[in-house]
T-cell receptor
Framework: AQSVTQPDIHITVSEGASLELRCNYS??????LFWYVQSPGQGLQLLLK??????LVQGIKGFEAEFKRSQSSFNLRKPSVHWSDAAEYFC????????????FGTGTKLQVIP | GAVVSQHPSRVICKSGTSVKIECRSL??????MFWYRQFPKKSLMLMAT?????????EQGVEKDKFLINHASLTLSTLTVTSAHPEDSSFYIC?????????????FGPGTRLTVL
């Protein structure tokens, strides 16, 4: 069964500092990987996705993520965090077969301090 | 493109009543739609997968008689919470799946906040 682990429940960074959110997945084949952001009381917004090809993917809002097969990781990064980035971030894995089942990590809450 | 809407965005109901939540793919056809439930400060848990014109597939532990799912068309799926109780209060999110040249992707609705009094 596929699974996703986000080891950091809560992260606090200063505005302007760099950010890395960790994500590890478990899946038998090459998965489809996603990062979503959720503001309080809101739905999910897709930041970026990896299906195949270049392992470094660029997303919206200046985010990027790198797929590392050897480490089963898909960490999210941003070089300079803005106060508006404060939100909950979810890593997700979808099976690359026909069922399209998406499994979410438990989320990392990002707090940005001035 | 690939917008999914949900209606209502927020609903409050009395215990014992039924509530219907609609999920629409506005600019694409979603052969498959998914329903998720999110508890406060928790992740999203897949409840069921619905395919247009067929019965929904429920995840283990989800009561199919309590959470009725209908996927009558390629752009509409509904979730009906029957005989709702306070423990059903939650944030319900749907998604529609679309296959693109680069693979499959789900597009999420904005969610529906259900409060059962």
């Amino acid at each position: 069964a596929q699974s996703v682990t986000q080891p950091d429940i809560h992260i606090t960074v200063s505005e302007g500092a760099s950010l890395e959110l960790r994500c590890n997945y478990s899946y038998g084949a090459t998965p489809y990987l996603f990062w979503y952001v959720q503001s309080p009381g809101q739905g999910l917004q897709l930041l970026l996705k990896y299906f195949s090809g270049d392992t470094l993917v660029q997303g919206i809002k200046g985010f990027e993520a790198e797929f590392k097969r050897s480490q089963s990781s898909f960490n999210l990064r941003k070089p300079s965090v803005h106060w508006s980035d404060a939100a909950e971030y979810f890593c997700a894995v979808m099976n690359s077969g026909g069922y399209q089942k998406v499994t979410f990590g438990t989320g990392t809450k990002l707090q940005v301090i001035p | 493109g690939a917008v999914v809407s949900q209606h209502p965005s927020r609903v409050i109901c009395k215990s014992g009543t039924s509530v219907k939540i609609e999920c629409r793919s506005l600019d694409f056809q979603a052969t498959t739609m998914f329903w998720y439930r999110q508890f406060p400060k928790k992740s999203l848990m897949l409840m069921a997968t619905s395919n247009e014109g067929s019965k929904a597939t429920y995840e283990q532990g989800v009561e199919k008689d309590k959470f009725l799912i209908n996927h009558a068309s390629l752009t509409l799926s509904t979730l009906t919470v029957t005989s709702a109780h306070p423990e059903d209060s939650s944030f319900y999110i749907c998604s529609g799946a679309r296959t693109s040249g680069s693979g499959n992707e789900q597009f999420f609705g904005p969610g529906t906040r259900l409060t059962v009094l």
